[in-house]
């Protein structure tokens, strides 16, 4: 068992094997970032897309090398690939079917995933179309071989912060919201595109008591989060990396572990206080050079405090990840045991954009017996 620092008893560690037996959830993942490589190639010969690879292995290579370049305007190039073959109803719904098998064979019980409708047009498909595509996938994708429901997932509907589309966006996001759509998202390169940018967005998402989170603080810094709680009000931080950059500690080492007294910046203060969700994703914020190495990755520290910090994958195909691959690089630089991992899975069920009665309904009837079942095991 950890003490609360997170540095453990090695002998009784989790296991990548054991952590995918785990009830895990997700909030921060990207539909295009997760496509299979075997389905990115047929459906490239469909649509007649050139790719860098015909070979499965190759590509799936291919996107982790060019994703390691340590910036996130290379990181999100890679996308041109995913985003260019999900362009027709019957792309979106295998792809959307394919993410919700995946995560459920990872052991994910509650997901929220992420998607741009206005980047799955060229097809000729209409906004309201590629969201319907998407629910009937994941709607698809969820069932078991006996129909039960194995994964719910939850829908998160994203505008680029280099477009003018928000407002269009957030509109659509409120009007499926009682059939899957559970929020709304920005999401792009930071630098030059502030989030104040959308400000009619967010007021209109506030005026209709929706849920919306914005990417901030991973390629740009404490402005970029001020402004997305501040000014827009957002209720949860994509990422959120650089809130280190208002938290200084003395004496501390660089895996988070330490009697370093730390003393928090008034807005780091404010999003602790405030119990804002951090959706922290370890792999792609080395990838894009939001922290040196796993373990030198903030997440250390900020869970030593207390921050609202969940464990997320971002792009699984670009990090050639997985939320049980991300736990255990966790355990393997922080010593985390069975009680940090269901801290952390915890906190991201109570962050989830569905309602309180569901969210308690998985934390006490799925989460916690099944962390208590491999704690049992150990």
């Known amino acids: 068992m950890s003490d609360r620092s997170g540095v453990g008893n090695v002998s009784r560690l989790p296991s990548l094997q054991e952590i995918r037996k785990a009830p895990k959830v997700l909030l921060h993942d990207h539909l295009d970032g997760g496509l299979r490589t075997a389905t990115i190639i047929d459906l490239a010969r469909e649509r007649g897309h050139v790719l860098p690879s015909g070979d499965p292995d190759n590509l799936a290579d291919w996107f982790r090398d060019a994703s390691d370049s340590g910036s996130l305007d290379r990181y999100l190039e890679t996308f041109a690939h995913t985003v260019g073959v999900m362009q027709s109803r019957e792309a979106l719904i295998r792809v959307a079917a394919e993410c919700a098998q995946d995560l459920a064979d990872d052991g994910v019980v509650y997901a929220e995933v992420r998607f741009a409708p206005e980047q799955h047009s060229e097809g000729g498909l209409t906004l309201d179309e590629v969201v319907e595509a998407v629910l009937e996938g994941f709607r698809q994708g969820s069932a078991g071989p006996d129909g039960r429901p194995r994964i719910r997932v939850g829908t998160l509907l994203t505008a680029m912060r280099h477009q003018a589309r928000s407002r269009e966006i957030a509109e659509l996001a409120v009007r499926y919201r009682d ?109 894009t050079g939001a922290a040196p190495s796993i373990a030198e990755h903030p997440i250390g520290l900020l869970r030593r405090l207390y921050f609202r910090v969940t464990v997320n994958t971002d792009n699984r195909l670009m990090s050639g990840t997985s939320l049980s691959l991300e736990f255990a690089k966790l355990v393997e630089a922080f010593g985390y045991d069975w009680d940090d991992l269901q801290w952390f899975t915890v906190n991201a069920m109570k962050s989830a954009f569905i309602p309180f009665d569901e969210r308690l309904a998985l934390i006490n009837g799925v989460i916690k017996p099944g962390f208590a079942h491999l704690k049992w095991q150990a």
């Open 179 to 287: 059939v899957g759509v559970v929020g709304f998202d920005i999401a792009g390169a930071e630098a030059g595109y502030p989030p104040t940018r959308h400000l009619d967005a967010f007021e209109y998402l506030q005026r209709e008591n929706a849920h919306f989170t914005i990417h901030a603080g991973e390629a740009f810094g404490l402005p970029s989060i001020w402004q997305a709680i501040q000014w827009c009000g957002a209720d949860r931080l994509g990422h959120g990396v650089r809130i280190i950059d208002d938290i200084t500690v003395s004496d501390i080492g660089p895996d988070g572990a330490g009697d370093g007294e730390a003393k928090l910046g008034r807005l780091a203060a404010y999003v602790r206080d405030k119990r804002i969700p951090l959706e922290m994703c370890p792999t792609s914020n080395v990838q």
